[in-house]
């Protein structure tokens, strides 16, 4: 008896109960179809993380300021707050001028600002000149501030679009004066659209000020060059390795680091967030479906429930088959074959479903939909494996029927 | 010289409750190729236990049985599958054919097992046979569509499918009316005519005078057998 004479077999014992064979690859159907949404979903936001997170800057490298362990423990009292300086940021743009474009220190604090009546709370960042061609991040109205400004602590500033709509929902805010904790500050340009930001923050919600201002005048700072944080934007990211290398030698070098010490800075560019982010993602997606896969455990039990049902049943048919020559084998084949069927119909239909679910999620709630052709293929597959594993227990437990009990069976 | 069936102290043994039964108690005898044989007996008296082992849909406790001089008595269910397949075939007092499946498809069905024919020449034969036992015509009804004589005639045309050597029929004409026994039986003996070795249970003499030979049985015990120099 060869494949395709089984397949019949099996294809037209599922249709004589078209009822019963429907409601059995419910489970499965809804199981593929739940294992794909989830897929699409997932593999499309992290799609989009890292789309934005390489959009967060230009080639951009970041440097951290980390406290250092040694032997005599963690270095550094509180108050005398970070290694990295502000000057680093100029040396690095003074000595890696071939390798560096643009150098901003980045130091960040929470304020209240109000315009009139108006009051908002946000987030002000403390930066250089070269802070928009690093994020990329145009002046959208006004113009940016300039290195005498900056020189000088000039208590000026720009904003970002939703801290100017809600300060001002009808004057142009180009020339005016915001208080900000209280002293008074001169807008100088409202920055363009931003957006969501790759980890959902709203981005156009910050004010942007010389990090010379923010540290000497907003913070009062008594370590006014010690900053927590600097980017950096190099010309091509085909120098990276270069370019960290360079950094870390000089920066090892300002902080007068011996060759035993630890680095007491950390340097971060983008694509290892960008990895870091995919595999946190991809962590959420193996959880998702583990949940879809525990719902394919419940339709692959449903199809098992469903086939010792139909063994039963058709005990006489197995029996004459039996009788007439079919071997212990061509029952356990039949009867997975049919099982193999009933599942693999419900996963193509179930992935139809799939797609089409996750597309409709993606329009109604606009997220970013990605059906990738492999998990389609492979949750076909799966599903046929759903049906080989489910069905071969009452495959096994037909072709170890004897004929004689069968065809006496009432 | 080799016999078609040569069975020596066969015992089938129930042990389902506290006393075992033995539904076959120590019967030898022989079979030749083409003979036409009727094995009669009251209820209960080991027929059905004896048809089901000669035509090894069933295995004896103990004793041999040789089927074209092979031992089959203790075979693997596989080689049993097989032997069942191109060797013997099999009438049952219920028809026992595939329900809403046709009457051409019932009797393609030992091919499917057997696939010795393509899908061209199965579909033929199967039709030759449909006509050969009278139901040329027939060929896409489904059972439900059929008489019960009508599906004993499919029954017995899938019989024939692989050309086995041997047909068993136990109680063929049991749930069908005079007229259509008549037609089974007049099948039978056209059979037997051409050579088909038959063995067939019955408890209805009139049945029994079809075939040639007689054999009776009690309580697993073959006590008589008309064959000349036949039996044990
Ligand atoms: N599966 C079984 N389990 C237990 N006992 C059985 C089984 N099959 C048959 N028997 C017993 O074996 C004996 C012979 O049964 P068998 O079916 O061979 O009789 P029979 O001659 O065909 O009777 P009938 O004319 O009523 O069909 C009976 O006593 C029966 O109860
Ligand atoms: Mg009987």
Redesign the interface.
């Known amino acids: ?2 494949v395709f ?1 089984i397949f019949r ?1 099996a294809v ?1 014992a599922i249709w ?1 109960n078209k009822t019963r064979s429907a409601l059995t690859m419910l489970g499965i159907i809804f199981g593929i179809a739940a294992v794909i949404v989830v897929l699409a979903i997932g593999r499309g936001a992290s799609l989009n993380m890292v789309a934005e997170i390489s959009k967060m800057g230009n080639n951009m490298v970041m440097i951290f300021s980390e406290q250092r362990h040694t032997a005599a423990g963690v270095r550094g009292a509180a108050g005398e707050g970070q290694s990295l300086t502000a000057s680093d940021g100029l040396a690095i743009r003074r000595e890696l001028s071939h390798l560096v474009q643009a150098v901003t220190p980045e130091v960040r604090t929470q304020m209240q600002v109000v315009y009139a009546e108006k009051n908002w709370s946000t987030t002000v960042y403390g930066c250089s000149t070269e802070f928009s061609t690093i994020r990329n991040w145009e002046v959208a109205e006004g113009s940016f501030f300039d290195e005498l400004e900056e020189k000088q602590c000039a208590r000026v500033c720009l904003i970002g679009r939703t801290v100017a709509t809600n300060l001002f929902p009808n004057d142009d805010p180009v020339g005016r004066t915001i208080r900000i904790g209280n002293m008074p500050f001169k807008v100088k340009g409202v920055m363009g659209v931003k957006g969501v930001g790759g980890f959902g923050q709203d981005q156009d919600d910050a004010v942007l000020a010389p990090y010379t201002t923010v540290k000497r005048v907003l913070q009062a700072s008594k370590f006014p060059d010690n900053v927590r944080h600097i980017k950096l934007s190099l010309y091509s990211m085909d120098q990276l390795d270069e370019a960290k290398r360079e950094i870390g030698l000089l920066l090892r070098q300002r902080h007068r680091l011996a060759d035993s010490d630890d680095d007491d800075f950390r340097i971060i560019d983008m694509a290892e967030i960008t990895s870091t982010m995919s595999a946190v993602s991809s962590t959420m997606t193996v959880l998702l479906a583990a949940v879809a896969a525990i719902s394919l455990l419940v339709g692959g039990i449903g199809i098992m429930n469903i086939m010792l049902v139909s063994v039963t049943e058709r005990i ?2 197995i ?12 029952i356990l084949g039949q009867f997975i074959l049919e099982a193999v069927v009933l599942s693999t119909l419900g996963g193509a239909l179930g992935v139809a479903l799939g797609v089409a679910g996750a597309q409709t999620i993606g329009n109604l709630q606009g997220w970013p939909i990605l059906v990738e052709p492999s998990s389609a293929i492979g949750a076909f597959l799966f599903s046929a494996l759903v049906g080989m594993f489910f069905g071969f227990y009452p495959a096994w437990r037909a072709s170890r029927l ?3 009990d069968c ?1 006496r069976y009432e | 010289m080799e016999h078609l069936i040569e069975i020596r102290d066969l015992r089938k043994i129930y042990a389902l409750g506290e006393e075992p039964v033995a539904a076959l108690d120590g019967v030898s005898l022989t079979i030749e190729q083409g003979e036409f044989v009727a094995i009669m007996g009251a209820s209960g008296s080991g027929k059905s236990t004896m048809l089901n082992i000669l035509g090894c849909l069933d295995t004896p406790t103990s004793g041999s049985y040789l089927l074209d001089g092979i031992e089959v008595a203790r075979r693997s269910r596989t080689e049993l599958a097989r032997i069942r397949n191109r060797k013997l075939g099999f009438v049952f007092q219920n028809f026992n054919l595939l329900a809403r499946t046709t009457a051409i498809e019932n009797v393609e069905l030992p091919d499917f097992y057997l696939n010795r024919l393509g899908r061209s020449a199965r579909r033929a034969r199967a039709r030759m046979l449909l006509e050969r036992v009278g139901l040329g015509g027939r060929g896409t009804h489904t059972p439900a569509q059929l008489s019960g004589g009508q599906q004993q005639r499919v029954a017995i045309a899938r019989a024939l499918m692989n050309e086995p050597p041997v047909l068993f029929a136990d109680e063929p004409t049991g749930n069908l009316d005079t007229k259509s026994s008549v037609e089974i039986m007049n099948l039978f003996t056209e059979l037997s005519n051409e050579g088909i070795t038959i063995v067939m249970v019955t408890h209805e003499d009139d049945i029994a005078a079809y075939a040639k030979r007689h054999l009776l049985m009690r309580d697993g015990h073959l006590i008589k057998d008309d064959a000349s120099g036949g039996g044990a």
């Open positions: 008896m060869n004479m077999v037209r004589r006489r048919e029996g004459l088959r039996m009788a007439i020559g079919a071997t212990p084998a061509n004897n004929p004689i065809l």
